[in-house]
């Protein structure tokens, strides 16, 4: 078996009650903490970039409110990313069995999972989203420091200040279209994946049918631990 395909926490696995866990609680604390912050940033950042937008800014306690908060939450969430960066990484290599299945994606889009190549613990969908974020969060904090301190930023460098903005918006407009099709795949198209990401368990049933090697490797290590 690939090392890629090691759980990323031993505690993952068949429960007592039957259920499988799919995340630990630490995993959810992060998921939840990078997903709240992000969207508090998307909200104000929002708010600064049109006019005709501001009021979200006043929603939130006011423009100069948002302003401080704004940098300090966008470093909470790429810290929460990159934890789930150092524990997820190796689940979320794209894999032979990833191919077949985006291959097959169009059976995923009309909800008949049954007839998918069997794959691990995350789709092909779930691991471009991933490394969508992973990317994302280094462009907008490295473009976001140079928009926090632009008064330090001589005149003559300004192209560095032109710079960071085209950078922060590009990286924005990615990962905010990812985030609306991670949070409507999460939600509305596959039943189970919100609940899973707040109480961390999932059926045997679900897990079967949406991520059958991973499914096979539960069982599979449950059994040799008897």
Known sequence: MST???????????QPDGGILRYTLSERVHHWVAAITY???LWTGLAFWSPYLFWMAIVVGGGPSARFWHPWLGLAFAASTGWLYLIWRRDMSITPEDIAWKDKVEYYIR?????????WRFNW???????????GAIALVISGVGLWFVESIPWSWRWLRYLSVAIHVT?????????IIHVYMGTAMVRGGFTSIIRGEVSPAWARMHHRLWYNQVMKGSTDRK
């Open 171 to 179: 990286a924005a407009l990615f990962t905010i279209g990812g985030f």
């Open 39 to 41: 969207a508090y940033c």
């Open 4 to 14: 890629s395909h090691i759980f990323s926490s031993s505690r993952v696995g068949l």
């Open 111 to 119: 909800n008949e999972d049954e007839n998918l190549p069997p794959i």
């Open 125 to 135: 969908g779930q691991k471009l989203y991933f490394w969508l974020i992973v990317y």
